[in-house]
């Protein structure tokens, strides 16, 4: 595009410089003047910083010729336009987002979700208002706690932050980060619950917060090599259920679990007075298998539960025995029954793997290899410009990359 005989483009480009350099005195100057060293930091448009890259496929309306618009077909009438667009957005393209691919795939996509958590009573909207604006007329008021905040000396207790959050939002984002990691999915078919209760996971002395199990956080299998220490809110003569399993541990049937704690008839959220179902055992997530999910899931009861059925051998070493279906589970006690708190963490190999197959479960470890698919060899060009050469990566076996020059 030409204005005259000069172009457009170093036009605008020096349009943006000019306003970037105003820009930038411009703050310059107000710092001077608000005492504020800013000039230690630069400034860009999102014009210069931009990268433009070509799109994946053909965009709408790319084939037509916009110089020569009489020469196109014309509808006629709307209600043709109408049957037109309509087909044309029935057609695959490639702008289809992931979301659509993934609902394609799945056939479960229209089930109606059904929640199995605790039930919930919010308080009165009134008295919420009533209380933060409270809250707010004694802050407005407090001396010191607007000196602290005119001098950035006001510290937030994060303490106080984490139980607002776990007492309003918290449960509802534990959820989604829970079906974003497909934790309702593979544990509770066509079913999900609200974490209404909190409870905190962690491993070795309870004091690091790197051993804590949040919401899909990496732990690795030697932290976890012992049982954790867990607590929560329990009101006094209730009873509870707390189960450790891992999802995509199984070696032999994918929909399959491997119970590694179980725990029930807790008083309180005293769990060295329960019963232990069966004992604990360390992650073993296969070598080459990469991240694995494991998931404490806790349980209110109604009352006590006879858990025959469920009790395996002290100490139970054989997998067999250790396969598991959380769904099943539940449906065997939903009458007395309720899923009350989530928690989770990612684990991948090391070196501690290999001591729980050698020593505690008597067996060989398993080790697997990803099978790279066949490499695919382009056609040979005579005369590859403006390309990388790479003539041993392309067309020669071996793993090891040998990069060539660029013409």
């Known amino acids: 595009m030409r204005f005259g005989e000069m172009t457009l483009l170093p036009f605008v480009s020096e349009v943006q410089s000019n306003m970037a350099a105003l820009c930038r005195r411009a703050l310059l100057i107000t710092g001077e003047k608000i005492g504020v060293n800013i000039s230690a930091r630069g400034l860009g448009t999102s014009a210069s910083l931009c990268r433009r890259a070509p799109p994946l496929g053909p965009l709408p309306n790319e084939d037509i ?14 209600p043709r336009y109408v049957r037109n667009a309509q087909e044309a957005s029935k057609k695959t393209h490639w702008w289809r987002t992931y979301k659509e691919y993934m609902d394609a795939a799945n056939p479960e996509k229209d089930v109606e979700l059904v929640d199995i958590g605790l039930p919930f009573r919010r308080g009165s909207r009134l ?8 809250v707010m007329r004694e802050n407005k008021l407090n001396p010191e706690l607007e000196r602290a905040t005119r001098l950035r000396t006001l510290k937030v207790p994060l303490d106080r932050v984490r139980e607002e959050w776990e007492r309003t939002s918290g449960p509802h984002h534990i959820r989604r980060l829970a079906d974003h ?9 066509t079913a999900y619950f609200v974490p209404r209760v909190m409870m905190r996971v962690r491993y070795g002395d309870g004091t690091d917060d790197a051993s804590a199990v949040y919401y899909g956080n990496q732990l690795p299998p030697s932290t976890a090599a012992a049982p954790p220490k867990v607590s929560y809110e329990a009101e006094e003569g209730s009873l509870w259920t707390l189960l450790l399993t891992s999802p995509d541990e199984h070696l032999q049937d994918g929909n399959l679990e491997y119970v590694h704690w179980l725990v029930g008839n807790i008083p309180g959220s005293d769990l060295s ?3 232990e179902v ?7 997530p296969a070598k080459g298998t990469g991240f694995h999910r494991f998931v404490f899931v806790l349980f209110k009861q109604d009352a006590a539960i006879d858990f025959t059925h469920d009790t395996r051998t002290s100490p139970c070493t054989s997998l067999a025995e250790r396969s598991f279906r959380t769904v099943e589970f539940y449906r065997r006690h939903q009458d007395v029954m309720t899923p009350a708190s989530l928690a989770f963490f990612q684990s991948q190999w090391d070196d501690t793997v290999t001591h729980t197959f050698h020593t505690l479960l008597n067996m060989r470890e398993p080790v697997f290899e990803y099978e790279q698919p066949p490499v695919y060899h382009p056609p040979q060009r005579k005369f590859p410009h403006g390309q990388p050469l790479r003539y041993l990566d392309r067309y020669r076996d071996g793993k090891e990359h040998t990069y060539g020059h660029r013409y």
């Open 65 to 78: 010729d916009v110089t020569d618009l009489e020469a196109l077909e014309k509808y006629g009438s709307y």
């Open 127 to 134: 008295q919420e208002v009533r209380q933060r604006n409270k």
């Open 181 to 189: 990691y497909a934790i309702y999915r593979d544990l509770f078919p």
């Open 273 to 275: 007075a329960g019963q």
């Open 278 to 284: 069966c004992g604990y055992l360390p992650p073993f």
